[in-house]
Protein backbone atom coordinates (compact mmCIF):
# COMPACT_ATOMS: atom_id res chain seq x y z
CA UNK A 1 0.00 0.00 0.00
CA UNK A 2 1.26 3.20 -0.74
CA UNK A 3 2.26 6.11 2.13
CA UNK A 4 1.89 9.23 1.15
CA UNK A 5 1.99 11.38 3.90
CA UNK A 6 -1.31 13.60 5.03
CA UNK A 7 -0.87 17.52 5.58
CA UNK A 8 0.84 17.67 9.65
CA UNK A 9 -0.98 14.87 11.14
CA UNK A 10 2.27 13.11 9.21
CA UNK A 11 -0.64 10.02 8.69
CA UNK A 12 -0.40 8.29 5.62
CA UNK A 13 -3.52 9.46 3.58
CA UNK A 14 -3.66 6.36 1.04
CA UNK A 15 -3.94 3.94 4.15
CA UNK A 16 -7.55 3.48 4.44
CA UNK A 17 -9.25 0.60 5.62
CA UNK A 18 -11.86 1.63 3.03
CA UNK A 19 -8.81 0.17 0.30
CA UNK A 20 -10.42 -3.18 -1.40
CA UNK A 21 -7.33 -4.90 -1.02
CA UNK A 22 -7.24 -4.32 3.49
CA UNK A 23 -10.88 -5.40 3.07
CA UNK A 24 -10.60 -8.70 1.40
CA UNK A 25 -7.12 -9.61 3.59
CA UNK A 26 -9.27 -8.71 6.67
CA UNK A 27 -12.42 -10.91 5.42
CA UNK A 28 -9.47 -13.71 4.57
CA UNK A 29 -7.89 -13.59 8.08
CA UNK A 30 -11.14 -13.03 10.67
CA UNK A 31 -14.38 -14.64 11.24
CA UNK A 32 -17.36 -12.40 12.05
CA UNK A 33 -18.89 -9.73 10.07
CA UNK A 34 -16.83 -7.17 7.64
CA UNK A 35 -19.04 -4.84 5.88
CA UNK A 36 -17.02 -2.29 3.30
CA UNK A 37 -19.23 1.32 2.61
CA UNK A 38 -21.04 0.78 5.72
CA UNK A 39 -23.25 3.77 7.48
CA UNK A 40 -21.87 5.34 10.53
CA UNK A 41 -24.75 6.61 10.88
CA UNK A 42 -26.48 3.46 11.77
CA UNK A 43 -23.97 3.01 14.34
CA UNK A 44 -24.51 6.18 16.03
CA UNK A 45 -26.94 7.13 18.30
CA UNK A 46 -27.08 10.29 16.97
CA UNK A 47 -28.01 8.58 13.28
CA UNK A 48 -24.33 10.88 11.56
CA UNK A 49 -21.79 9.62 10.10
CA UNK A 50 -20.33 8.65 6.60
CA UNK A 51 -19.55 5.38 5.18
CA UNK A 52 -16.26 3.08 6.95
CA UNK A 53 -15.38 -0.33 7.04
CA UNK A 54 -16.99 -2.19 9.72
CA UNK A 55 -15.78 -5.36 11.63
CA UNK A 56 -17.72 -7.29 13.87
CA UNK A 57 -15.63 -10.16 15.63
CA UNK A 58 -17.16 -12.96 16.60
CA UNK A 59 -15.02 -13.89 19.42
CA UNK A 60 -11.71 -12.64 21.41
CA UNK A 61 -9.63 -14.52 19.04
CA UNK A 62 -11.09 -12.66 16.10
CA UNK A 63 -10.87 -9.33 17.17
CA UNK A 64 -6.82 -9.95 18.12
CA UNK A 65 -6.16 -10.99 14.62
CA UNK A 66 -8.44 -8.06 13.19
CA UNK A 67 -6.48 -5.80 14.96
CA UNK A 68 -3.12 -7.36 14.23
CA UNK A 69 -3.77 -7.29 10.66
CA UNK A 70 -4.69 -3.45 10.29
CA UNK A 71 -1.73 -2.90 12.87
CA UNK A 72 0.67 -4.98 10.10
CA UNK A 73 -1.26 -2.77 6.91
CA UNK A 74 -0.58 0.53 9.28
CA UNK A 75 -4.02 1.07 9.75
CA UNK A 76 -5.43 2.78 12.60
CA UNK A 77 -8.77 1.46 14.57
CA UNK A 78 -11.56 3.00 15.81
CA UNK A 79 -13.47 1.39 18.48
CA UNK A 80 -17.64 1.24 18.66
CA UNK A 81 -19.94 -0.09 21.00
CA UNK A 82 -23.74 1.05 20.63
CA UNK A 83 -22.04 4.59 19.43
CA UNK A 84 -23.95 6.80 22.19
CA UNK A 85 -21.53 8.59 22.74
CA UNK A 86 -19.66 9.40 19.44
CA UNK A 87 -20.13 11.72 16.81
CA UNK A 88 -18.61 10.60 13.42
CA UNK A 89 -17.42 12.47 10.49
CA UNK A 90 -19.55 13.16 7.83
CA UNK A 91 -16.83 12.20 5.34
CA UNK A 92 -16.86 8.87 6.84
CA UNK A 93 -13.69 7.28 8.15
CA UNK A 94 -10.39 5.43 7.26
CA UNK A 95 -9.59 3.98 9.76
CA UNK A 96 -11.30 0.47 11.06
CA UNK A 97 -13.91 0.69 13.16
CA UNK A 98 -13.94 -2.26 15.09
CA UNK A 99 -17.72 -2.87 16.33
CA UNK A 100 -18.19 -4.67 19.98
CA UNK A 101 -21.63 -6.54 19.98
CA UNK A 102 -22.57 -10.51 19.11
CA UNK A 103 -20.10 -12.81 19.86
CA UNK A 104 -18.34 -10.36 22.97
CA UNK A 105 -21.39 -10.11 24.88
CA UNK A 106 -21.11 -13.54 26.54
CA UNK A 107 -22.11 -13.25 30.74
CA UNK A 108 -21.96 -15.70 33.77
CA UNK A 109 -21.75 -15.54 37.20
CA UNK A 110 -20.42 -17.28 40.08
CA UNK A 111 -21.81 -15.48 43.82
CA UNK A 112 -21.38 -11.50 43.78
CA UNK A 113 -18.65 -11.99 40.72
CA UNK A 114 -20.07 -11.33 37.27
CA UNK A 115 -18.17 -11.57 34.07
CA UNK A 116 -19.74 -9.43 31.64
CA UNK A 117 -18.34 -9.06 27.61
CA UNK A 118 -18.16 -5.96 26.25
CA UNK A 119 -20.25 -5.87 23.55
CA UNK A 120 -23.27 -6.16 25.90
CA UNK A 121 -25.60 -3.33 25.77
CA UNK A 122 -25.41 -1.56 29.69
CA UNK A 123 -29.01 -1.92 30.54
CA UNK A 124 -29.58 -5.02 29.32
CA UNK A 125 -26.85 -5.84 32.14
CA UNK A 126 -28.90 -3.71 34.64
CA UNK A 127 -31.55 -5.47 34.10
CA UNK A 128 -30.13 -9.20 34.14
CA UNK A 129 -27.98 -8.16 37.73
CA UNK A 130 -30.85 -6.94 39.36
CA UNK A 131 -33.67 -9.69 38.25
CA UNK A 132 -31.32 -11.70 40.09
CA UNK A 133 -30.86 -10.10 43.08
CA UNK A 134 -27.90 -8.38 42.47
CA UNK A 135 -26.95 -4.42 43.09
CA UNK A 136 -24.72 -1.92 41.37
CA UNK A 137 -25.68 -1.88 37.76
CA UNK A 138 -29.27 -1.57 38.06
CA UNK A 139 -28.92 1.99 38.00
CA UNK A 140 -27.29 2.04 34.43
CA UNK A 141 -30.56 0.67 32.74
CA UNK A 142 -31.08 4.05 31.50
CA UNK A 143 -27.51 4.55 29.70
CA UNK A 144 -27.81 3.17 26.16
CA UNK A 145 -23.80 1.90 25.54
CA UNK A 146 -22.50 -1.44 25.76
CA UNK A 147 -20.35 -2.38 28.99
CA UNK A 148 -17.06 -1.90 27.13
CA UNK A 149 -18.36 1.60 26.19
CA UNK A 150 -19.59 2.52 30.09
CA UNK A 151 -16.05 0.64 31.39
CA UNK A 152 -14.38 3.09 28.79
CA UNK A 153 -16.06 6.71 29.29
CA UNK A 154 -16.59 5.64 32.80
CA UNK A 155 -20.33 6.37 32.64
CA UNK A 156 -22.69 6.92 35.07
CA UNK A 157 -25.53 8.19 36.89
CA UNK A 158 -27.37 8.14 39.83
CA UNK A 159 -25.02 8.46 42.08
CA UNK A 160 -23.12 5.26 40.14
CA UNK A 161 -20.61 4.35 38.00
CA UNK A 162 -18.88 1.64 36.49
CA UNK A 163 -15.74 2.73 38.20
CA UNK A 164 -17.59 1.58 41.72
CA UNK A 165 -17.80 -1.73 40.64
CA UNK A 166 -14.96 -2.87 38.23
CA UNK A 167 -12.80 -5.65 40.07
CA UNK A 168 -11.14 -6.71 36.65
CA UNK A 169 -10.87 -5.57 33.35
CA UNK A 170 -9.61 -7.86 29.89
CA UNK A 171 -7.94 -5.46 27.16
CA UNK A 172 -6.19 -6.22 23.76
CA UNK A 173 -3.90 -3.25 22.63
CA UNK A 174 -3.23 -2.17 19.30
CA UNK A 175 -0.93 -4.97 18.27
CA UNK A 176 -3.91 -7.41 19.18
CA UNK A 177 -2.35 -8.83 22.39
CA UNK A 178 -4.81 -9.58 25.37
CA UNK A 179 -3.82 -7.98 29.18
CA UNK A 180 -5.84 -8.30 32.04
CA UNK A 181 -5.65 -5.30 34.37
CA UNK A 182 -6.88 -4.94 38.09
CA UNK A 183 -9.09 -2.03 38.92
CA UNK A 184 -5.93 -0.24 40.86
CA UNK A 185 -4.49 -0.03 37.33
CA UNK A 186 -6.92 1.68 36.18
CA UNK A 187 -6.74 5.60 36.27
CA UNK A 188 -10.62 6.09 36.53
CA UNK A 189 -12.16 9.95 37.18
CA UNK A 190 -15.39 11.29 36.18
CA UNK A 191 -16.38 9.85 33.07
CA UNK A 192 -12.88 8.72 32.26
CA UNK A 193 -11.26 5.47 32.17
CA UNK A 194 -7.62 6.32 31.16
CA UNK A 195 -8.06 3.14 29.08
CA UNK A 196 -7.12 4.98 25.78
CA UNK A 197 -5.59 2.48 22.85
CA UNK A 198 -7.19 -0.41 24.92
CA UNK A 199 -9.93 -2.48 23.47
CA UNK A 200 -12.26 -3.42 26.57
CA UNK A 201 -13.26 -6.94 26.02
CA UNK A 202 -14.40 -8.29 29.33
CA UNK A 203 -14.93 -6.85 32.68
CA UNK A 204 -15.56 -8.54 35.87
CA UNK A 205 -17.77 -6.74 38.26
CA UNK A 206 -18.65 -7.38 42.07
CA UNK A 207 -22.39 -6.95 42.86
CA UNK A 208 -24.13 -5.75 46.13
CA UNK A 209 -27.00 -8.81 47.53
CA UNK A 210 -30.50 -7.14 47.16
CA UNK A 211 -33.88 -7.43 47.47
CA UNK A 212 -34.91 -8.55 43.80
CA UNK A 213 -38.59 -6.96 43.86
CA UNK A 214 -37.36 -3.85 45.27
CA UNK A 215 -34.70 -3.78 42.80
CA UNK A 216 -36.72 -4.16 39.56
CA UNK A 217 -39.15 -1.65 41.29
CA UNK A 218 -36.24 0.39 41.30
CA UNK A 219 -34.73 -0.63 37.98
CA UNK A 220 -38.88 0.19 36.16
CA UNK A 221 -38.48 4.16 38.27
CA UNK A 222 -35.14 5.17 37.21
CA UNK A 223 -36.07 3.99 33.72
CA UNK A 224 -39.15 6.07 33.45
CA UNK A 225 -37.85 8.95 35.08
CA UNK A 226 -34.75 9.00 32.31
CA UNK A 227 -37.60 8.84 29.71
CA UNK A 228 -39.79 11.47 31.21
CA UNK A 229 -36.41 14.10 31.97
CA UNK A 230 -34.83 13.66 28.56
CA UNK A 231 -35.22 13.38 25.07
CA UNK A 232 -34.15 9.63 25.25
CA UNK A 233 -35.82 8.44 22.18
CA UNK A 234 -35.03 10.94 20.05
CA UNK A 235 -31.48 10.94 17.88
CA UNK A 236 -28.82 12.33 20.24
CA UNK A 237 -25.69 11.20 22.14
CA UNK A 238 -26.61 12.17 25.87
CA UNK A 239 -25.10 14.80 27.74
CA UNK A 240 -23.29 16.43 25.20
CA UNK A 241 -20.36 18.09 27.91
CA UNK A 242 -19.19 16.75 31.13
CA UNK A 243 -20.62 18.95 34.25
CA UNK A 244 -18.43 22.40 35.22
CA UNK A 245 -15.66 21.07 37.78
CA UNK A 246 -15.09 23.11 40.75
CA UNK A 247 -17.78 25.34 43.23
CA UNK A 248 -20.65 27.23 41.57
CA UNK A 249 -20.01 30.99 41.63
CA UNK A 250 -21.92 33.11 44.62
CA UNK A 251 -25.55 33.22 43.87
CA UNK A 252 -25.61 30.50 41.49
CA UNK A 253 -29.21 28.68 43.24
CA UNK A 254 -29.53 26.29 40.82
CA UNK A 255 -28.02 22.72 40.40
CA UNK A 256 -24.17 23.21 39.29
CA UNK A 257 -24.36 21.17 36.21
CA UNK A 258 -23.93 21.54 32.46
CA UNK A 259 -27.75 21.62 31.61
CA UNK A 260 -28.11 24.17 34.24
CA UNK A 261 -25.53 26.49 32.91
CA UNK A 262 -26.25 25.82 29.18
CA UNK A 263 -30.34 26.75 30.15
CA UNK A 264 -29.13 29.71 31.87
CA UNK A 265 -26.72 31.30 29.06
CA UNK A 266 -30.77 31.05 27.36
CA UNK A 267 -29.57 28.91 24.44
CA UNK A 268 -32.51 25.96 25.09
CA UNK A 269 -34.35 25.77 21.54
CA UNK A 270 -30.95 27.49 19.86
CA UNK A 271 -30.54 25.49 16.03
CA UNK A 272 -27.78 24.99 13.81
CA UNK A 273 -29.13 23.38 10.56
CA UNK A 274 -31.25 20.42 11.77
CA UNK A 275 -29.83 20.22 15.33
CA UNK A 276 -31.48 21.65 18.43
CA UNK A 277 -30.63 22.38 21.90
CA UNK A 278 -33.17 20.30 23.43
CA UNK A 279 -35.79 22.43 25.23
CA UNK A 280 -36.44 19.08 27.50
CA UNK A 281 -32.79 18.73 28.46
CA UNK A 282 -30.38 21.46 27.41
CA UNK A 283 -27.58 19.20 27.57
CA UNK A 284 -29.01 17.42 24.99
CA UNK A 285 -28.31 18.43 21.33
CA UNK A 286 -30.72 16.67 19.00
CA UNK A 287 -30.67 15.75 15.46
CA UNK A 288 -34.42 16.98 14.66
CA UNK A 289 -33.06 15.08 11.12
CA UNK A 290 -30.85 15.15 8.49
CA UNK A 291 -28.24 17.18 10.75
CA UNK A 292 -24.68 16.99 10.08
CA UNK A 293 -21.34 16.32 12.00
CA UNK A 294 -20.72 19.82 10.81
CA UNK A 295 -24.05 21.16 12.38
CA UNK A 296 -23.40 19.66 15.42
CA UNK A 297 -19.81 20.92 15.54
CA UNK A 298 -20.84 24.52 15.40
CA UNK A 299 -24.04 24.22 17.58
CA UNK A 300 -21.51 22.88 20.39
CA UNK A 301 -18.63 25.69 19.39
CA UNK A 302 -21.14 28.51 19.83
CA UNK A 303 -22.69 26.65 23.11
CA UNK A 304 -19.41 26.77 24.84
CA UNK A 305 -18.89 30.51 23.81
CA UNK A 306 -22.17 31.64 24.88
CA UNK A 307 -21.27 29.83 28.10
CA UNK A 308 -18.06 30.65 28.39
CA UNK A 309 -19.06 34.67 27.64
CA UNK A 310 -22.37 34.62 29.62
CA UNK A 311 -21.60 32.63 33.15
CA UNK A 312 -17.93 32.54 32.75
CA UNK A 313 -16.98 28.45 32.47
CA UNK A 314 -15.41 26.93 29.94
CA UNK A 315 -17.39 23.65 29.31
CA UNK A 316 -15.04 20.44 28.45
CA UNK A 317 -17.24 17.93 25.82
CA UNK A 318 -18.06 14.52 26.99
CA UNK A 319 -19.21 13.31 23.51
CA UNK A 320 -16.41 12.53 21.76
CA UNK A 321 -15.73 13.77 18.55
CA UNK A 322 -14.34 11.78 15.70
CA UNK A 323 -11.76 12.79 13.15
CA UNK A 324 -11.39 10.90 9.81
CA UNK A 325 -8.46 8.50 11.20
CA UNK A 326 -10.38 7.79 14.43
CA UNK A 327 -8.72 10.69 16.24
CA UNK A 328 -10.47 12.46 19.11
CA UNK A 329 -11.07 16.11 17.50
CA UNK A 330 -11.24 18.87 20.13
CA UNK A 331 -13.85 22.03 19.58
CA UNK A 332 -12.64 25.18 20.66
C1 LIG B 1 -30.18 9.10 25.58
C2 LIG B 1 -28.81 8.96 26.17
C3 LIG B 1 -28.62 9.02 27.54
C4 LIG B 1 -27.35 8.89 28.11
N1 LIG B 1 -27.20 8.97 29.47
C5 LIG B 1 -25.97 8.83 30.02
C6 LIG B 1 -25.80 8.88 31.45
O1 LIG B 1 -26.74 9.02 32.20
N2 LIG B 1 -24.55 8.73 31.95
C7 LIG B 1 -23.47 8.56 31.15
O2 LIG B 1 -22.36 8.42 31.68
N3 LIG B 1 -23.60 8.51 29.80
C8 LIG B 1 -24.81 8.64 29.22
N4 LIG B 1 -24.95 8.58 27.86
C9 LIG B 1 -23.75 8.45 27.01
C10 LIG B 1 -23.42 7.00 26.64
O3 LIG B 1 -24.57 6.17 26.68
C11 LIG B 1 -22.33 6.39 27.53
O4 LIG B 1 -21.12 7.12 27.47
C12 LIG B 1 -22.05 4.94 27.12
O5 LIG B 1 -21.34 4.31 28.13
C13 LIG B 1 -21.30 4.82 25.80
O6 LIG B 1 -21.27 3.45 25.45
P1 LIG B 1 -21.23 3.01 23.93
O7 LIG B 1 -21.07 1.55 23.89
O8 LIG B 1 -22.38 3.56 23.19
O9 LIG B 1 -19.88 3.72 23.47
P2 LIG B 1 -19.62 4.44 22.09
O10 LIG B 1 -20.44 5.66 21.98
O11 LIG B 1 -19.69 3.46 21.00
O12 LIG B 1 -18.09 4.88 22.31
C14 LIG B 1 -17.78 5.87 23.28
C15 LIG B 1 -16.27 5.84 23.51
O13 LIG B 1 -15.94 4.58 24.10
C16 LIG B 1 -15.00 3.87 23.29
N5 LIG B 1 -15.35 2.45 23.38
C17 LIG B 1 -16.56 1.87 23.14
N6 LIG B 1 -16.49 0.55 23.37
C18 LIG B 1 -15.21 0.29 23.73
C19 LIG B 1 -14.49 -0.89 24.09
N7 LIG B 1 -15.08 -2.09 24.12
N8 LIG B 1 -13.18 -0.78 24.40
C20 LIG B 1 -12.56 0.43 24.38
N9 LIG B 1 -13.18 1.57 24.06
C21 LIG B 1 -14.49 1.50 23.74
C22 LIG B 1 -15.17 4.45 21.89
O14 LIG B 1 -14.00 4.28 21.13
C23 LIG B 1 -15.47 5.92 22.22
O15 LIG B 1 -14.29 6.61 22.49
C24 LIG B 1 -26.22 8.70 27.27
C25 LIG B 1 -26.40 8.61 25.87
C26 LIG B 1 -27.69 8.73 25.33
C27 LIG B 1 -27.86 8.62 23.84
Not at 38 to 45: E, G, I, K, N
Not at 68 to 90: E, K, R
Not at 320 to 328: D, L, M, N, T
Request: neutral net charge.
Amino acid sequence: MARDVEGDSGRAESVSARSPEFVAALMGAVRGEVKAGASLARHSTYRIGGSATIFTPASAADLSAGVQAASAAGIPLFVVGLGSNVLFPDAGLDALVVRMGKGLDAVRHEADRWWLGAGLPAPHAARKTAQQGWAGLHMMVGVPGTVGGGVFMNAGCHGGQWADVVEQVTVVNAQGAARTLSKGEIPFSYRRSGLDGAIVVEVEVRLREGNREELDREVERLFEWRQRGTPFNQPCCGSVFKNPEGPAPAGWNRPWTAGSVIEEAGLKGTAEGAVIVSPMHANYFVNTGGATAAEVRALIARARETVRERIGVVLETEVKVIGRFGEYVTIR
